[in-house]
C-alpha cells in the first residue's frame, strides 16, 4: 500500500521536473488515437475544431489516453488487456516512459491524473482474484509504482478525477483473464458498479443497479459538477432488449436510468462507447448503431444523430465534439452534427480533454 | 514538435469504388425499394377491399418476399423515424410484438383508424410481425370482415404501404445522389466517396452476418438448448425462405459493390445458396435433432465464409472495411 508520505514526497519532487505546458505543444483540445491510412497507429493532439496539431506514432492500437492536467504529458493504454501504458512527452513527440504492469495485474483500459498531476491512477485487474485495482505511479519517480487499493469491484474499466481528489470508477463487473483474451468468465454471476473511492480512505459510496439490470455492464464516465454519468454496454440476456444505455447519478441518492424511444433504444445495439456532459446536456455514442443520443439533466431523452462508427465524445471549449471510425470530427449543435474535418484514418473508441490551463 | 496542417485530402480512392457504388444503387437498392413500395402498396390495395386473413395472406407473403430485398439497407431512409423496425421488429426477444398485438386487441385502441395515429403506436405493434400474428396465429386469424382485427390489419397494410413509398422516394429522390456525389448534395450525410462506400459494405457484411447469427444463430441457440420456436417469421412458414431471399439479396449487392470482379466472393455466396436451397427444413424445426443442427451449422459456416470472402475481396477493392469501433466492443 502506498502512504500519504509517498504523495508528499512526489508533489515536492515534481518541482524539479521540466516545467512545460501544452501551449509549448500547440495546446490541443483533444487527445486521440487513430488507425491511420498504412495500418500503423499514431497519437493526435487536436485544435478544439478538430484540426491536427501534433502526431506521434505508437507502436499498436490504443484505448483511451490520459492527459496530464498542465504538462505536455499524455499516457496511451493499450486495449486490454494489455500490460503496458506508454507516457507520451507530446513536445518532443517521443515516449518518454513505459509503463508495465506489475506481475499478476494487466491494465483495464483508462487511466487519471491527481494531485496536481502528481500521481497516475491506472484501473488493473489482480489476475489471479479478479479483483478490480486502481494502481497508482508517481510521476516524480519516474511513474514509479507506488501502490494500489481496490477499485470496489470486478472490471473497472473508466475512472475520473472529481474535485477533492475523489475517484469515480466503472467497476464493468466483468472478469477476464488475459489467458482467455476478452473472454467474459462471469456474466451469470456479474453485479457491476459504480464506486466513489478516495487513494487515502478507500470506497465512500457504491452505487449498484436493481437486479434485473446486472447485465448491464457500466463502462465509461463523464461529469459535471456533482452530476456523474455513466454509460453501459449490455450483456446477455439484456442484448437486443431496450434497458437503458445511461444512467445519471448524484452522491447519495438514487442513479436516475435514462432512456429513449423503443426504436432509437434498440438503434444503439445494447452498447454505448463513450459518454460527456455538456451544459445542460449528456450524449452518449454508439459505434454499433451508429447512433449519439443527447439526454436532458434530468435523464429525459432529447434527440438523436446518424452517423456511422460514431464513438469518441468529449466537452471541449466550444460544446461537444465527437469522432469515427472514418477519420470525421464532428460538432454536436443543437440541431446538427455537423462535420469539421476528415482525415484519412479511423479515430479509436475515445476522444480526450486535454486541461485548459 | 511536428506541426501538421489540417489534412483534408481524401484517401485516394480505389478506383472501383465509384463504378461499385453506382452499380449498387442501379442494380440492386433502387428496384429493390421500388419493388417493397409496390409489394406493400399491393398488400394495402388488396386490404381495402378485404382485410380479412385468407384474403391477406398471398399479399402478405409477397410483402414479406420484398422485405427480405431491402430489410440489409440498414442506412438512411430505412432508419428514418424507426421504419426499419416499424416494418419488420425481429428479433422481439421479450415477446413485445404479441404483448402489443394483444393490447391493442383488448383495447380497441381507436389508433387503428387514424394513419397518423397508427404511426405514433409501438413500433411493435406495426409492420410485418404484427400482421402475421394477425394473418397466422390460429386463434387470431379467424376474424371477420367488421372485427376490430380487420381494421387492425388494414391499418397495418396501410402503414406498411406508406413507409414502403417513403423509403422508395427518399432513395430515388436524393439519398442514392447523396453517396454518388457526397459533399455536393448540400447534406452531410456521407462526406466524401470513401464513407458512401463503407455504408454500403457495412450493409453487405452486417446483413450476412445477421443470417448467420440471428436468422440461424436463434433458432439454434445452444447445444443443450435449442430453439426452434425462436426462428423468424415462423407463423407464416418463412424461416428459410427468408434466408435464401436474403441471401440473394446480398449477393446481389455484393455484385454491384464487387463491380463484377469479385470471383471468391461469388462463389462463397454460390456454396452458401446451394446449401440454403437443399435444406430439407423450412421452419429450422430440425435444430432440436443432431442432424437438423449439423445442417444448419453448415449453413452457417457458409454465410460466414461469404462474409470473410466479401471483406478480403470486396472491402479492399473498394478502400473501406467493417466499422473500427462497431467492431471493438470495449
Keep these: 500500500m502506498t502512504t500519504r508520505r509517498a504523495f508528499l514526497a512526489s508533489l515536492a519532487a515534481s518541482a524539479v521536473w521540466p516545467s512545460a505546458s501544452w501551449a509549448e505543444a500547440g495546446s490541443p483540445a483533444f487527445l486521440a488515437a487513430a488507425r491511420e491510412a498504412d495500418g500503423g497507429y499514431a497519437l493526435f493532439g487536436l485544435s478544439e475544431r478538430g484540426a491536427d496539431i501534433f502526431r506521434i506514432p505508437l507502436p499498436d492500437r490504443g484505448h483511451a489516453a490520459a492527459a496530464h492536467p498542465s504538462h505536455p504529458e499524455a499516457v496511451a493504454f493499450a486495449r486490454r488487456p494489455g500490460n503496458f501504458a506508454l507516457v507520451i512527452d507530446c513536445l518532443r513527440g517521443r515516449v518518454a516512459h513505459r509503463l508495465t504492469a506489475p506481475r499478476g495485474r494487466h491494465f483495464y483500459g483508462h487511466g487519471v491524473f491527481i494531485e496536481g498531476g502528481a500521481l497516475l491512477v491506472t484501473t488493473e485487474n489482480e489476475i489471479e482474484t479478479g479483483r478490480g485495482l486502481i494502481g497508482l505511479w508517481s510521476r516524480a519517480e519516474g511513474y514509479a509504482r507506488v501502490g494500489e487499493i481496490a477499485s470496489g469491484g470486478i472490471g473497472p474499466h473508466d475512472l475520473l478525477a472529481l474535485p477533492g481528489d475523489l475517484l469515480a470508477v466503472a467497476n464493468g463487473g466483468i472478469r477476464t483473464h488475459p489467458d482467455s483474451g476478452r473472454e467474459k468468465l462471469n456474466i451469470d454471476t456479474m453485479r457491476p458498479n459504480l464506486s466513489y473511492l478516495t487513494v487515502s480512505g478507500g470506497i465512500a459510496e457504491r452505487v449498484e443497479l436493481a437486479p434485473d439490470m446486472r447485465h448491464a455492464s457500466i463502462r465509461h464516465l463523464a461529469a459535471q459538477d456533482d452530476l456523474v454519468a455513466f454509460a453501459m454496454q449490455l450483456q446477455e440476456p439484456l442484448a437486443g432488449v431496450a434497458v437503458p444505455l445511461l444512467g445519471l447519478h448524484r452522491r447519495g441518492a438514487a442513479p436516475v436510468l435514462c432512456q429513449a424511444g423503443l426504436a432509437d433504444q434498440l438503434a444503439m445495439e445494447g452498447y454505448a462507447g463513450s459518454v460527456a456532459i455538456e451544459g445542460g446536456r449528456v450524449g452518449i455514442t454508439s459505434p454499433r448503431g451508429g447512433r449519439l443520443q443527447l439526454f436532458d439533466l434530468d435523464g429525459a431523452h432529447r434527440q438523436s444523430f446518424r452517423r456511422m462508427d460514431i464513438c469518441g465524445l468529449a466537452t471541449g471549449p466550444r460544446g461537444l465534439v465527437a469522432t469515427d471510425g472514418l477519420g470525421g470530427v464532428l460538432e454536436v449543435g443543437e440541431r446538427t452534427l455537423h462535420p469539421v474535418t476528415t482525415a484519412p484514418r479511423a479515430w479509436d473508441n475515445h476522444l480526450v480533454r486535454v486541461p485548459a490551463i | ?330
Excluded at chain 2, 124 to 131: D, P
Excluded at chain 2, 161 to 176: D, K, L, P, Q, V
Excluded at chain 2, 231 to 238: D, F, P, V
Excluded at chain 2, 283 to 297: M, V
Aim: aromatic share 6%; hydrophobic share 45%.
Design chain 2, 1 to 330: 514538435m511536428r506541426l501538421f496542417p489540417v489534412l483534408t485530402l481524401l484517401l485516394a480512392l480505389a478506383p472501383a469504388a465509384q463504378a461499385g457504388i453506382d452499380a449498387a444503387l442501379d442494380r440492386h437498392v433502387l428496384p429493390r425499394t421500388a419493388a417493397f413500395a409496390g409489394a406493400t402498396g399491393a398488400l394495402a390495395a388488396t386490404a381495402e377491399d378485404d382485410c380479412t386473413a385468407a384474403a391477406l395472406r398471398l399479399e402478405y407473403q409477397a410483402a414479406f418476399d420484398a422485405w427480405m430485398g431491402i430489410a440489409h439497407l440498414r442506412l438512411g431512409p430505412l432508419e428514418e423515424n424507426g421504419r426499419a423496425l416499424a416494418i419488420g421488429f425481429w428479433p422481439d426477444k421479450r415477446g413485445m410484438v404479441g404483448d402489443a398485438v394483444a393490447r391493442l386487441l383488448a383495447a380497441r385502441d381507436p389508433a387503428v383508424g387514424n394513419p397518423d395515429d397508427f404511426a405514433g403506436v409501438s413500433v411493435a405493434a406495426r409492420g410485418l410481425f404484427a400482421l402475421e400474428r394477425l394473418l397466422y396465429e390460429p386463434d387470431l386469424s379467424d376474424y371477420g370482415p367488421d372485427a376490430y382485427a380487420c381494421v387492425f390489419s388494414r391499418a397495418i397494410a396501410r402503414d406498411l404501404a406508406r413507409m414502403g413509398t417513403a423509403i422508395a422516394r427518399e432513395w430515388s429522390g436524393g439519398f442514392a445522389e447523396a453517396m454518388r456525389r457526397p459533399g455536393k448534395t448540400g447534406e452531410a450525410i456521407f462526406l466524401n466517396r470513401r464513407e458512401a462506400a463503407q455504408a454500403l459494405f457495412t450493409a453487405l457484411v452486417t446483413g450476412l452476418e445477421f443470417n448467420a447469427d440471428q436468422r440461424l444463430g436463434r433458432p439454434m441457440g445452444s447445444i443443450d438448448r435449442p430453439r426452434p420456436e425462436r426462428a423468424e417469421a415462423r407463423r407464416s412458414g418463412r424461416p428459410l425462405r427468408n434466408v435464401i431471399l436474403s441471401l440473394e439479396a446480398l449477393h446481389e449487392l455484393g455484385q454491384g459493390l464487387g463491380d463484377g470482379a469479385m470471383p471468391e466472393t461469388d462463389a462463397a455466396f454460390a456454396t452458401a445458396l446451394e446449401t440454403a436451397r437443399e435444406l430439407d427444413d423450412p421452419l429450422f424445426a430440425d435444430a432440436g435433432t443432431p442432424s437438423g443442427r449439423l445442417k444448419l451449422e453448415i449453413l452457417q459456416q457458409r454465410i460466414e465464409a461469404a462474409a470473410d470472402a466479401a471483406r478480403r475481396e470486396i472491402g479492399p477493392a473498394l478502400g473501406v472495411s467493417a466499422g473500427f469501433n462497431a467492431t471493438d466492443g470495449d
